[in-house]
């Protein structure tokens, strides 16, 4: 662990990607004492204020109701992270369990559970999330379910091939033949040599949660005004394009900046964890 | 049998097990809606016998069990019922609002393919070279955004900033083209208009680009891993004994056998570009399925929702097939059953 | 008396490191003539697969190995020649086997193609009619006796020992005057590798092609090699005629080497248990000692 951060810290890339994780996790858990106008997280109005170019103390400019866009990005992190967090602790467990599942068991049970993953991994994922949502009311919850009901199937995927290859190594063989339990072999010999790669990925998932979510929140059909929101502020602004630039661009750097962020992260641990499917 | 048929064989059948569960998961999905379709499509002055009627009509009386063998047996037609939303059948909507995301699709394909895997190639040619970290840093920088966001920013850089390409639309108003495929790049040809096909080709560079970018970081990144490992291969050490120059050994030796892993997951992204053409089409307002999907998803028009996501999904499927073949194509192994000498 | 095909000088292999300077090649001497077969034995580690490699320019190419000495290959020094130069001998002047016929020949090409790309290195302008002729030719000298088969072939298609000749068909192909064999079909079990190292053998005679042979198969090197260097550490601890070498072994390395029992598997490879302070006695040299 001691060695896997240094070797973070060494490398310039990763260890910007880093600093941008770390900067976006302050900043979306120090909030309310970082942006200078907490309540504009909200549905306030100033109209003295509204769209406005970037000029102190307005950094990045305000929106159409005179919002400033730097606090209300601050804030469309908070929500992203915890979104991505709640999809991952949710969608991770399952995936994972019905992987480990279908590779150590095999016969019919590996069949059925394979064809629902396939089925699920063969709509588009934004149209799957799409659909969700557009069934159910537009709101935060809702928007997990959906996303999260379109991610656990990559991890089924993932941990499946892992455990067909572990499964037939001496160390399982050698568990079975001295009598242990099914559960134990899958949860206990097989599931840690799991872990390396469902941990890189799900580094490098958090940032894709962040794209998905935003994604729909940009058609509509994810988190709802007054929440702040990068997808739907990019969305909002780009009817003002190109004159109100900062409408949009600084809400889509924000989205570049902590993905790229995760990015960097998951790349450097999958190089460090040698966790390569 | 030959192997390709055999596995063009097997492709088909998995796929169409997929469809059914896709169909199922979908119908499944539409059916726990809350409210009432009937109601929400008559809108609130109907009297409730109109509601009953159409609810009898669109069998919404029935168990989910006979309302999906009603589906299926519709489908079997090639009907998908009439969106509540335009009163037109959904399969009609399908068509007119199809081409043009595929045309979009298809665009962005090609760019991902032919812009992502020569700078794969490269990255991986110059390993730990600056042209390598280039790439590397670009290509994590491009899957690194969702599509809209570059659609807003090439759309800042390139139509707003410097105006070279057009803002919006596929194609100028001062052509008409009468539709015959519904791919405006092959009707203006058909028409004979050149003019009007460079206008349309013009209009799709930004956003076949902005889709493709994401695509264009993921084709590099996986084309430069595969190569990476394809580069500690025996066969690449005895090309360079035989002393073929780099760009050969990179280009012939080392692409080939790497390009094998990495299609099957270039092919799902391609794929997934599907998807990500409705962020694309809303930026660009490219008059694609992007529009109506949405817009059938906040009405819940149930059948246009099943309709919609069906097509998708089955596109989505068949592009899958043809990646496999492709596959089959390249790799030997599958082209010719092993047979030791 | 002609020039001699390979001459290497003082030869010093370094590669810069993390750590520091690592030394692999402390001062190797050893010259091949015309037609002549040669041997550089020794355990992995001894420096004798790098040798290979910088005669055929490809460590050079990295950025972290120092090589220094005289390489004169034809009486014309590799070291001053420019990688371009370099380059244009490789293929054509000099060609390498190696250890695993199967996976060194490129598996999503037709070995009709991989002959093809070969013959191009010598021919630029060969059409594919004239090179499947010539292959075929090739292919029957190796005693293939369906040449137009294993044309049509992918490597993993065919047997080992089968690719194993084509190898060695494709090494010959554009004549070339020196050929390195780097462990030769190591990988193939012992009665095919003794199969095909006699084809070698006598192809190599016929051509008058001179060899490089690298190998830790004492065995094989008394039935394939005219004279032997055996390497230890990066230095030549001892060399000389086949016969005067393995009649009289003068180097206690040498002796220690021939003493290990050959393992069943492995292809007869003898592993020396220990390294002994009496390995680092000076080289023994059987020509000199003839001529005293």
Same mark, same amino acid.
């Given at each position: 662990?001691?060695?896997?951060?240094?070797?973070?810290?060494?490398?310039?890339?990763?260890?910007l990607g880093?600093?941008?994780?770390?900067?976006?996790?302050?900043?979306?858990?120090?909030?309310?004492?970082i942006?200078?106008?907490?309540?504009?997280?909200?549905?306030v109005?100033?109209?003295?204020?509204?769209?406005?170019?970037?000029?102190?103390?307005?950094?990045f400019g305000?929106?159409?109701?005179?919002?400033?866009?730097?606090s209300?990005?601050?804030?469309?992190?908070?929500?992203?992270?915890?979104?991505?967090?709640?999809?991952?602790?949710?969608?991770?467990?399952? +995936?994972?369990?019905? +992987?480990?599942?279908?590779?150590?068991?095999?016969?019919?049970?590996?069949?059925?559970l394979?064809?629902v993953?396939d089925?699920?991994?063969?709509?588009?994922?934004?149209?799957l999330?799409?659909?969700?949502?557009?069934?159910?009311?537009?709101?935060?919850?809702?928007? &997990?379910?959906?996303?999260?009901?379109?991610?656990?199937?990559?991890?089924?995927?993932?941990v499946?091939?892992?455990?067909?290859?572990?499964?037939?190594? +001496?160390?399982v063989?050698?568990?079975?033949?001295?009598?242990?339990?099914k559960?134990?072999?899958i949860?206990?010999?097989?599931?840690p040599?799991?872990?390396?790669?469902?941990?890189?990925? &799900?580094?490098?998932d958090?940032?894709?949660?962040?794209?998905?979510?935003?994604?729909?929140s940009?058609? +509509?059909?994810?988190?709802q005004?007054?929440?702040?929101?990068?997808?739907s &502020?990019?969305?909002?602004g780009?009817?003002?394009?190109?004159?109100?630039?900062?409408?949009t661009?600084?809400?889509?750097?924000?989205?570049l900046a902590?993905v790229?962020?995760?990015?960097?992260?998951?790349?450097?641990?999958?190089?460090?964890?040698?966790?390569?499917? | 049998?030959s192997?390709?048929?055999?596995?063009?064989?097997?492709?088909?059948?998995?796929?169409?097990?997929v469809?059914?569960?896709?169909?199922?998961?979908?119908?499944?999905?539409?059916?726990? @809606?809350?409210?009432?379709?009937?109601?929400?499509?008559?809108?609130?002055?109907?009297?409730?016998?109109?509601?009953?009627?159409?609810?009898?009509?669109?069998?919404?009386?029935?168990?989910?069990?006979?309302q999906?063998?009603?589906?299926?047996?519709d489908l079997?037609?090639?009907?998908?019922?009439?969106?509540?939303?335009?009163?037109?059948p959904?399969?009609?909507?399908?068509a007119?609002?199809?081409?043009?995301?595929?045309?979009?699709v298809?665009?962005?394909?090609?760019m991902?393919?032919?812009?992502?895997?020569?700078?794969?190639? @490269?990255?991986?040619?110059?390993r730990?070279?600056?042209?390598?970290?280039?790439?590397?840093?670009?290509?994590?920088?491009?899957?690194?955004?969702?599509?809209?966001?570059?659609?807003? @920013?090439?759309?800042?850089?390139?139509?707003?900033?410097?105006?070279i390409?057009?803002?919006?639309?596929?194609?100028?108003?001062?052509?008409?083209?009468?539709a015959?495929?519904?791919?405006?790049?092959?009707?203006t040809?058909?028409?004979?208009?050149?003019?009007?096909?460079?206008?349309?080709?013009?209009?799709?560079?930004?956003?076949?680009?902005?889709?493709?970018v994401?695509?264009?970081?993921?084709?590099?990144r996986?084309?430069?891993?595969?190569?990476?490992?394809?580069y500690?291969?025996?066969?690449?050490?005895?090309?360079r004994?035989y002393?073929?120059?780099d760009?050969?050994?990179?280009?012939r030796f080392?692409?080939?056998?790497?390009?094998i892993?990495?299609?099957?997951?270039?092919?799902?992204?391609?794929?997934?570009?599907?998807?990500?053409?409705?962020l694309?089409?809303?930026?660009?307002?490219?008059?694609?399925?992007?529009?109506?999907?949405?817009?059938?998803?906040?009405?819940?028009?149930?059948?246009? @929702?099943?309709?919609?996501v069906?097509?998708?999904?089955?596109?989505?499927?068949?592009m899958?097939?043809?990646?496999?073949?492709?596959?089959?194509?390249i790799?030997?192994?599958?082209?010719?059953s092993?047979?030791?000498a | 008396?002609?020039?001699?095909?390979?001459?290497?000088?003082?030869?010093?292999?370094?590669f810069?490191?993390?750590?520091?300077?690592?030394?692999?090649?402390?001062?190797?001497?050893?010259?091949?003539?015309?037609?002549?077969?040669?041997?550089?034995?020794?355990?992995?580690?001894?420096?004798?697969?790098?040798?290979?490699r910088?005669?055929?320019?490809?460590?050079?190419?990295?950025?972290?190995a120092?090589?220094?000495?005289?390489?004169?290959?034809?009486?014309t020094?590799?070291?001053t020649?420019?990688?371009? =130069?370099?380059?244009?001998?490789?293929?054509?002047?000099?060609?390498?086997?190696?250890?695993?016929?199967?996976?060194?020949?490129?598996?999503?090409?037709?070995?009709?193609?991989?002959?093809?790309e070969?013959q191009?290195r010598?021919?630029?302008?060969?059409?594919a009619?004239?090179?499947?002729?010539?292959?075929?030719?090739?292919?029957?000298?190796?005693?293939?006796?369906e040449?137009d088969?294993?044309?049509?072939?992918?490597?993993?298609?065919?047997?080992?020992?089968?690719?194993q000749?084509?190898?060695?068909?494709m =090494?010959?192909?554009?004549?070339?005057?020196?050929?390195?064999a780097?462990?030769?079909?190591?990988?193939?079990?012992?009665?095919v590798?003794a199969?095909t190292?006699?084809?070698?053998?006598?192809?190599?005679?016929?051509?008058?092609?001179?060899?490089?042979f690298i190998?830790?198969?004492?065995?094989?090197?008394?039935?394939?090699?005219?004279?032997?260097?055996?390497?230890y550490?990066?230095?030549?601890?001892?060399?000389?005629?086949?016969?005067?070498?393995?009649?009289n072994?003068g180097h206690?390395?040498?002796?220690?080497?021939?003493?290990?029992?050959?393992?069943?598997?492995?292809?007869?490879? =003898?592993?020396?248990?220990?390294?002994?302070? =009496?390995?680092?006695?000076?080289?023994?040299?059987?020509?000199?000692?003839?001529?005293?």
């Amino acid at each position: 662990m001691r060695r896997t951060i240094a070797i973070l810290l060494q490398n310039p890339l990763s260890l910007l990607g880093v600093t941008l994780v770390t900067i976006v996790v302050l900043s979306a858990i120090f909030a309310d004492f970082i942006v200078p106008f907490p309540d504009h997280k909200g549905a306030v109005v100033d109209f003295a204020n509204f769209n406005k170019a970037p000029e102190w103390p307005y950094i990045f400019g305000t929106d159409l109701v005179g919002r400033d866009m730097f606090s209300r990005i601050v804030y469309a992190y908070r929500i992203s992270l915890i979104l991505g967090i709640v999809v991952l602790a949710i969608a991770v467990p399952i +995936g994972v369990t019905v +992987g480990l599942v279908a590779g150590y068991l095999g016969g019919w049970t590996e069949y059925a559970l394979m064809r629902v993953t396939d089925v699920f991994l063969s709509v588009p994922p934004l149209v799957l999330a799409m659909s969700i949502m557009g069934v159910l009311e537009p709101t935060l919850l809702n928007g &997990m379910m959906a996303v999260t009901a379109m991610w656990w199937p990559w991890y089924t995927r993932l941990v499946y091939n892992i455990t067909r290859a572990e499964k037939e190594e +001496g160390y399982v063989l050698a568990a079975e033949v001295i009598g242990a339990s099914k559960l134990h072999v899958i949860f206990r010999e097989i599931l840690p040599n799991c872990v390396p790669a469902i941990i890189t990925k &799900m580094t490098l998932d958090l940032g894709f949660v962040i794209i998905i979510a935003s994604s729909l929140s940009f058609l +509509g059909l994810g988190v709802q005004p007054p929440t702040p929101d990068l997808g739907s &502020m990019v969305a909002d602004g780009a009817k003002y394009l190109p004159d109100s630039w900062w409408l949009t661009v600084f809400p889509g750097l924000a989205i570049l900046a902590a993905v790229f962020g995760f990015n960097l992260v998951g790349d450097a641990l999958r190089e460090i964890l040698g966790a390569d499917q | 049998m030959s192997p390709v048929v055999r596995l063009l064989a097997h492709r088909l059948g998995m796929s169409l097990i997929v469809l059914v569960g896709v169909s199922m998961l979908i119908f499944a999905i539409a059916r726990i @809606i809350p409210g009432d379709p009937a109601r929400i499509a008559l809108g609130p002055n109907a009297t409730p016998e109109q509601v009953e009627n159409l609810r009898q009509a669109l069998h919404l009386d029935q168990s989910i069990v006979v309302q999906y063998g009603f589906f299926v047996a519709d489908l079997l037609r090639g009907d998908l019922g009439v969106s509540l939303y335009t009163n037109r059948p959904v399969i009609a909507d399908i068509a007119q609002f199809l081409p043009a995301t595929l045309e979009l699709v298809l665009a962005a394909g090609i760019m991902m393919i032919g812009i992502g895997l020569p700078l794969g190639i @490269i990255s991986a040619r110059y390993r730990g070279r600056w042209p390598d970290n280039l790439v590397r840093l670009v290509s994590l920088l491009g899957v690194s955004a969702p599509s809209f966001v570059w659609a807003v @920013i090439l759309m800042l850089l390139f139509a707003f900033f410097l105006p070279i390409f057009p803002i919006a639309g596929r194609i100028s108003d001062i052509y008409s083209i009468e539709a015959v495929t519904g791919f405006l790049l092959i009707d203006t040809l058909i028409a004979g208009n050149v003019a009007a096909f460079g206008d349309a080709a013009w209009h799709i560079v930004l956003p076949a680009f902005a889709l493709a970018v994401s695509g264009i970081g993921q084709a590099a990144r996986l084309t430069r891993a595969n190569m990476v490992e394809t580069y500690d291969k025996p066969y690449i050490e005895m090309a360079r004994s035989y002393g073929f120059p780099d760009r050969r050994i990179a280009n012939r030796f080392a692409f080939r056998p790497s390009l094998i892993p990495a299609l099957t997951i270039i092919g799902l992204d391609f794929a997934a570009m599907l998807g990500n053409a409705f962020l694309v089409e809303a930026v660009f307002a490219w008059p694609g399925l992007s529009r109506y999907g949405v817009a059938v998803i906040l009405r819940k028009d149930l059948n246009a @929702i099943v309709g919609t996501v069906l097509i998708i999904s089955a596109t989505f499927l068949i592009m899958n097939i043809i990646v496999d073949l492709l596959i089959a194509f390249i790799n030997p192994r599958i082209r010719h059953s092993q047979r030791p000498a | 008396m002609s020039v001699a095909t390979l001459d290497i000088r003082d030869l010093y292999l370094s590669f810069r490191g993390y750590v520091g300077t690592v030394e692999v090649l402390h001062g190797i001497s050893l010259h091949i003539d015309r037609g002549e077969r040669v041997a550089l034995v020794g355990e992995s580690g001894s420096g004798k697969s790098v040798t290979a490699r910088i005669v055929l320019g490809l460590l050079q190419e990295l950025r972290s190995a120092h090589v220094s000495g005289e390489l004169l290959f034809e009486g014309t020094d590799l070291t001053t020649l420019s990688a371009a =130069a370099r380059h244009d001998l490789r293929g054509t002047k000099m060609s390498m086997i190696f250890q695993d016929p199967t996976s060194s020949l490129n598996p999503v090409y037709t070995i009709a193609t991989q002959f093809h790309e070969v013959q191009k290195r010598a021919l630029p302008t060969l059409g594919a009619a004239e090179s499947r002729a010539m292959a075929a030719k090739m292919l029957g000298d190796v005693s293939i006796t369906e040449p137009d088969r294993v044309l049509d072939s992918y490597p993993f298609q065919l047997s080992g020992g089968m690719n194993q000749r084509v190898m060695i068909a494709m =090494a010959l192909a554009n004549e070339p005057s020196l050929l390195i064999a780097d462990e030769p079909g190591t990988a193939l079990d012992v009665t095919v590798q003794a199969q095909t190292l006699t084809l070698m053998h006598d192809l190599v005679a016929e051509h008058e092609t001179s060899v490089l042979f690298i190998s830790h198969n004492l065995g094989v090197v008394r039935e394939f090699a005219d004279r032997v260097y055996v390497i230890y550490k990066g230095r030549i601890v001892e060399k000389g005629r086949t016969q005067a070498l393995f009649g009289n072994p003068g180097h206690p390395y040498t002796r220690a080497l021939m003493a290990a029992v050959p393992k069943i598997t492995g292809g007869g490879v =003898a592993d020396v248990e220990e390294a002994s302070e =009496a390995f680092a006695e000076p080289m023994v040299d059987h020509d000199r000692q003839a001529v005293a």
